[in-house]
């Protein structure tokens, strides 16, 4: 084992457990408990890693809460400074985590999926359901919300750098003389009407 490797041991007493029921809630427990261990556990090496590498100087431990989907995870990372003097949380930047989301990449994915098909409660009771944890649904509505400005203005940005930095398109044929197309059509009133007989009939 090297020393990147982190572990969780997993107990469970079974004395209490006598049905099917009771064994998948156990499991289920235990095994969302190893999980956010050993989440916690990946974060810390990381950030060692990071901070040796990056000759960064610890200065703070600040404690940071994040929904995941094994459920919410409270983990510590540092406050550190580089050599030009700037103070980030390289954690952080390194995890790609927004410093104000409290959720993490794939449950912000689940949360945005989630509120195109249903109402923002009912795609929270489904959310806390999945990750076992109370979410409050205006939480789900500011990260849409949030998001939906984001694409928005990536949208009108593309728009506007397609007249910024449209250039003509280059040709290799030689130049046509102009070519007029004139069209004639005939007006049909779309009002209704009995069209006539062609023929009587002989009285």
């Known amino acids: 084992m090297n020393n990147n490797t982190v572990t969780v041991t997993i107990c469970i007493d079974t004395a209490r457990l006598e049905t099917i029921d009771d064994i998948e809630k156990a499991v289920e427990v235990k095994t969302r408990q190893a999980a956010k261990e050993l ?38 990372r ?21 410093s104000q989301s409290s959720f993490s990449t794939g449950v912000a994915e689940r949360i945005t999926f989630l509120c195109t098909m249903y109402p923002y409660r009912q795609a929270r009771d489904i959310l806390s359901y999945e990750i076992s944890a109370q979410i409050d649904h205006r939480a789900l509505w500011r990260l849409v ?56 009939s002989p009285s």
Request: proline share 3%; aromatic share 10%; glycine share 6%.
């Open 145 to 200: 919300q949030k998001k939906g400005i984001k694409l928005r203005q990536e949208g009108l940005n593309e728009i506007e750098s397609l007249y910024r930095d449209a250039k003509p398109v280059e040709s290799k044929a030689s130049p046509h003389e102009t070519l007029v197309l004139e069209v004639d059509g005939t007006g049909i009133s779309s009002k209704w009407y009995e069209p006539q007989k062609l023929y009587t």
């Open 78 to 98: 540092y406050k550190a400074k580089d050599k030009q003097g700037k103070i980030s949380y390289a954690l952080d930047r390194a995890l790609g985590i927004e």
């Open 39 to 76: 989440m916690k556990q990946v974060f810390s090496k990381k950030e060692e890693k990071l901070l040796k590498e990056q000759k960064l100087t610890k200065k703070q431990k600040v404690q940071r809460y994040l929904y995941t989907i094994f459920g919410p995870v409270r983990f510590n």
